[in-house]
């Protein structure tokens, strides 16, 4: 006789990002679904990383990280958002922000807690608060796709633990407003909740807006953990580091899962990756305009399409509304899409507990010239 194998997520498949990228592979499809970049990183942080694996700096990093890269972090953080952290006691590296997600979800939520979800999400936050035996609580977003904060404030019970927000989002190109934070700050003094705040495009923000970090604030950053991705920052996604900044009795309690989990994350990256926020930090302060040359320069290819393009304010990632040029639903259209025009987008309802109201995609725009340049030659079939 077999044991009995019960699910952990029951209902949860093949998330839809390798769905669309094998589809995208399987018919010779333009990939911008899911979201990485088809162009290398900056080539001195390649130099680094082959120098540090040729130099011995290939075995465990310490549990938090290595201290220069910690000293580096904190650095940086205390330029842009004017908060000094800590590097010994508010500061982890992780093996991709994903880890950094998860941990956070563990070190705060247990057995029948409640978690506030704003959807669209990205899609690991739901299944994470499920396997600490959570209880997610989705909300939706107003039209605009903006945190609804009547909507949020109507959610929360006295089992309601944590919200999780992100800015910029994934998948809508919105970022937090004054009036947002402002809106959190006050939420946060009537309830005893504590933030996981998703910040991994922090970087990313277009047209003269400010990236509202909640590190900018005593009060918010007192009961929050910030995550934030090397590999969006860098174009290397498949290098799997991110960080968390959180005050220490949060981060006491993060090390102490994490230490189970991952224990560190890869050495020599590390240490590249500490000489590059030291010596090049001309990457991060430009990736902004960087990024909005290619959003700009996809939205130009697509105006004459029946595509609507939604406005996006940061990330790689522009949505589109196509109710102009198919009645099918965003799954059916993404599939039609991929097979028969060679482009492959990400259909947003994955997003979202409930249907959405509109029929929107998403695309990633982190492409070569020539390769958003191809997809719009194929999208103008439309």
Same mark, same amino acid.
């Given at each position: 006789?077999? $044991?009995?194998?019960?699910?952990?997520?029951?209902?949860?498949?093949?998330?839809?990002?390798?769905?669309?990228?094998?589809? *995208?592979? *399987?018919?010779?499809?333009?990939?911008?679904?899911?979201?990485?970049?088809?162009?290398?990183?900056?080539?001195?942080?390649?130099?680094?990383?082959? !120098?540090?694996?040729? @130099?011995?700096?290939?075995?465990?990093? $310490?549990?938090?990280?290595?201290?220069?890269?910690?000293?580096?972090?904190?650095?940086?953080?205390?330029?842009? =958002?004017?908060?000094?952290?800590? $590097?010994?006691?508010?500061?982890?590296?992780?093996?991709?922000?994903?880890?950094?997600?998860?941990? *956070?979800?563990?070190?705060?939520?247990?057995?029948?807690? #409640?978690?506030?979800?704003?959807?669209?999400?990205?899609?690991? =936050?739901?299944?994470?608060?499920?396997?600490?035996? %959570?209880?997610?609580?989705?909300?939706?977003?107003?039209? &605009?796709?903006?945190?609804? !904060? &009547?909507?949020?404030?109507? *959610?929360?019970?006295? +089992?309601?633990?944590?919200?999780?927000?992100?800015?910029? @989002?994934?998948?809508?190109?919105?970022?937090?407003?004054? &009036?947002?934070?402002?809106?959190?700050?006050?939420?946060?003094? +009537?309830?005893?909740?504590?933030?996981?705040?998703?910040?991994? =495009?922090?970087?990313?923000?277009?047209?003269?807006?400010? @990236?509202?970090?909640?590190?900018? =604030?005593?009060?918010? +950053?007192?009961?929050?953990?910030?995550?934030?991705?090397?590999?969006?920052?860098?174009?290397?996604?498949? !290098?799997?580091? %991110?960080?968390?900044?959180?005050?220490?009795?949060?981060?006491?309690?993060?090390?102490?899962?994490?230490?189970?989990?991952?224990?560190?994350?890869?050495?020599?990256?590390?240490?590249?990756?500490?000489?590059?926020?030291?010596?090049?930090?001309?990457?991060?302060?430009?990736?902004?305009?960087?990024?909005?040359?290619?959003?700009?320069?996809?939205?130009?290819?697509?105006?004459?399409?029946?595509?609507?393009?939604?406005?996006?304010?940061?990330?790689?990632?522009?949505?589109?509304?196509?109710?102009?040029?198919?009645?099918?639903?965003?799954?059916?259209?993404?599939? !039609?899409?991929?097979?028969?025009?060679?482009?492959? /987008?990400?259909?947003?309802?994955?997003?979202?507990? #409930?249907?959405?109201?509109?029929?929107?995609?998403?695309?990633?725009? /982190?492409?070569?010239?020539?390769?958003?340049?191809?997809?719009?030659?194929?999208?103008?079939?439309?």
């Amino acid at each position: 006789m077999q $044991p009995l194998l019960e699910s952990r997520l029951p209902g949860f498949g093949t998330t839809i990002f390798t769905i669309m990228s094998r589809l *995208a592979q *399987a018919h010779g499809a333009i990939n911008l679904s899911q979201g990485f970049p088809d162009f290398e990183g900056p080539q001195l942080l390649r130099d680094r990383a082959a !120098w540090h694996m040729n @130099h011995g700096h290939n075995q465990y990093s $310490p549990l938090a990280g290595i201290p220069g890269l910690q000293e580096s972090i904190a650095n940086k953080v205390s330029a842009l =958002y004017g908060y000094q952290a800590n $590097p010994d006691t508010n500061i982890c590296v992780t093996p991709g922000a994903t880890e950094a997600l998860s941990t *956070a979800i563990a070190v705060m939520v247990h057995p029948g807690d #409640e978690v506030v979800i704003l959807d669209p999400a990205y899609d690991c =936050y739901d299944p994470c608060v499920r396997l600490n035996r %959570g209880v997610p609580v989705h909300v939706p977003m107003t039209a &605009e796709f903006r945190p609804d !904060w &009547e909507r949020i404030e109507a *959610a929360i019970t006295q +089992r309601t633990r944590l919200l999780i927000i992100n800015t910029p @989002h994934n998948p809508c190109g919105t970022v937090f407003q004054q &009036e947002d934070i402002e809106a959190l700050q006050g939420l946060l003094e +009537r309830h005893p909740i504590f933030v996981l705040s998703d910040e991994v =495009y922090e970087h990313i923000v277009f047209d003269e807006h400010d @990236h509202l970090s909640l590190l900018r =604030y005593p009060a918010l +950053r007192e009961r929050a953990v910030v995550v934030s991705s090397f590999g969006k920052t860098y174009h290397a996604t498949g !290098w799997r580091l %991110g960080y968390a900044i959180a005050p220490e009795r949060i981060m006491t309690e993060f090390l102490r899962i994490h230490q189970f989990t991952n224990f560190s994350a890869n050495a020599p990256l590390q240490y590249a990756l500490a000489d590059i926020l030291d010596n090049l930090p001309e990457h991060h302060l430009g990736l902004g305009a960087f990024y909005q040359e290619k959003r700009d320069l996809f939205r130009r290819l697509l105006q004459d399409t029946p595509l609507q393009l939604l406005a996006c304010e940061g990330t790689y990632f522009q949505l589109a509304d196509y109710r102009a040029a198919s009645d099918l639903d965003d799954v059916g259209f993404c599939e !039609w899409l991929t097979r028969d025009i060679g482009v492959a /987008a990400i259909p947003t309802s994955v997003f979202s507990l #409930e249907p959405p109201s509109r029929r929107v995609i998403r695309f990633c725009f /982190a492409k070569d010239d020539d390769t958003l340049e191809e997809a719009s030659v194929r999208l103008g079939k439309l």
